[in-house]
Antibody
Framework: QVQLQESGPGLVKPSETLSLTCAVS?????????WDWIRQSPGEGLEWIGC???????YYNPSLNSRVTISFDTSKNEFSLRLTSVTAADTAIYYC???????????WGQGTLVSVSS | DIQMTQSPSSLYASVGDRVTITCRAS??????LGWYQQKPGKVPKRLIS???NLESGVPSRFSGSRSETEFTLTISSLQPEDFATYYC?????????FGGGTKVGIK
């Protein structure tokens, strides 16, 4: 059974950097699939942030204006999200997820709420 | 970016009703669309992939279809556990984009 679990600070100050990690169990991220970050602002819809594939490709949502970096550590079987220069608009539940090639997201983490506030 | 226009944004229906939710893509996405159900405080759950493939364990009252760039999620007979918010997701091209969501409430 594939499981994903997000971790990281629940509170970040404006202008600082949001950093989250997704630990994956039940599947090796180095084997394949795309690994996504998705967020959901309180009471709002879903926004795709970006992804990586162990083959070496990374894609980001242009709406985040190059503030995003996704990296991975195959030795720990986890991947990470870094979002710089955060504002209150970045307050959201952040999900990590798995997605097949030419398929939709099949596994989601439980999500972690990150609030941006001073 | 491919825009996914989902309608209606909310609807109110009774148990047993037939419910239809639509997502229209701003350009062709083949069958590269999934449907998700999200209940308050919960993680989205995939119902359908590749426009019409029902996820294992999902009741057969849910179905998906496609006509050109218009995709439809149908619940043939609404059950109490189906009251939730539904989203479509296109994965044809980057950035991936979700529809705005449809909240299905109790009439």
């Amino acid at each position: 059974q594939v499981q994903l679990q997000e971790s990281g600070p629940g509170l970040v100050k404006p202008s600082e950097t949001l950093s989250l990690t997704c630990a994956v169990s039940g599947y090796s991220i180095n084997t394949g699939y795309y690994w996504d970050w998705i967020r959901q602002s309180p009471g709002e819809g879903l926004e795709w942030i970006g992804c990586f594939h162990p083959g070496g490709t990374t894609y980001y949502n242009p709406s985040l204006n190059s503030r995003v970096t996704i990296s991975f550590d195959t030795s720990k079987n986890e991947f990470s999200l870094r979002l710089t220069s955060v504002t209150a608009a970045d307050t959201a539940i952040y999900y990590c997820a798995r997605r097949g090639g030419h398929d939709s997201v099949d596994y989601w983490g439980q999500g972690t709420l990150v609030s941006v506030s001073s | 970016d491919i825009q996914m226009t989902q309608s209606p944004s909310s609807l109110y229906a009774s148990v047993g009703d037939r419910v239809t939710i639509t997502c229209r893509a701003s350009q062709g996405i083949r069958n590269d669309l999934g449907w998700y159900q999200q209940k308050p405080g919960k993680v989205p759950k995939r119902l359908i992939s590749v426009a019409s493939n029902l996820e294992s364990g999902v009741p057969s009252r849910f179905s998906g279809s496609r006509s050109e760039t218009e995709f439809t999620l149908t619940i043939s007979s609404l059950q109490p556990e189906d009251f939730a918010t539904y989203y479509c997701l296109q994965y044809n091209s980057y950035p991936l984009t979700f529809g705005g969501g449809t909240k299905v409430g109790i009439k």
